[in-house]
């Protein structure tokens, strides 16, 4: 039984339970719609949980993103806004991690022309330590990545 309604809120009242008691017992039930109305924007709030804890407790978000990219795939070599594309992050934090990662040794930083290429370095000394992180943590979404690049 609908008793009132404003806008998107409907409240009913259900009938009492079967009880010992004579007095009767009203219970109210107060129903929302949640259908935005046409033009309303509704916000996702929150935050997003990290794909791994492993991933995110070893690595920044962006240094999760970087070395997926160049350790899913140590053979091939990308440029600056290759990588930044396929990471989704700021070109400033990009080009940091990939400044960091490069003075550790365990990226290369190879210049072509105008053209500067980032690849994992294979003779770093925990190259395979590394790469198996990044598979174990990253999976496969570092393998779709390159393909996004097209």
């Known amino acids: 039984m ?18 010992h008691r004579e ?4 219970f109210a039930t107060l129903e929302v719609n949640s259908v935005p109305k046409n033009g309303t924007i509704v916000p996702e709030m929150g935050t ?12 920044s978000k962006n240094r999760r993103a970087v070395l997926a990219l160049l350790f899913g795939h140590p053979d091939q070599s990308y440029y600056l806004r290759q990588i930044v594309r396929a990471c989704g992050g700021g070109v400033g934090a990009v080009q ?12 290369r930083r190879t210049v072509s022309g ?3 290429y980032f690849q994992a370095d294979v003779a ?3 190259f ?8 174990k943590t990253a999976g496969a979404a570092s393998q779709a990545r390159p393909e996004l690049l097209d």
């Not at 259900?14 to 009880?19: G, S």
């Not at 997003?48 to 690595?59: G, Q, T, V, W």
């Open 2 to 19: 609908v008793l009132g309604s404003q806008g998107d809120v409907n409240v009913t009242r259900e009938p009492p339970p079967a009880t």
């Open 23 to 26: 007095e009767p017992v009203v």
């Open 48 to 59: 997003l949980l990290p794909d791994n804890p492993i991933a995110s407790a070893l690595f």
């Open 96 to 107: 940091r991690e990939l400044r960091q990662l490069t003075d550790a040794g365990i990226i």
């Open 114 to 116: 105008k053209q500067v």
């Open 124 to 126: 770093c000394p925990v």
């Open 128 to 135: 395979e330590e590394l790469k198996g992180i990044v598979v």
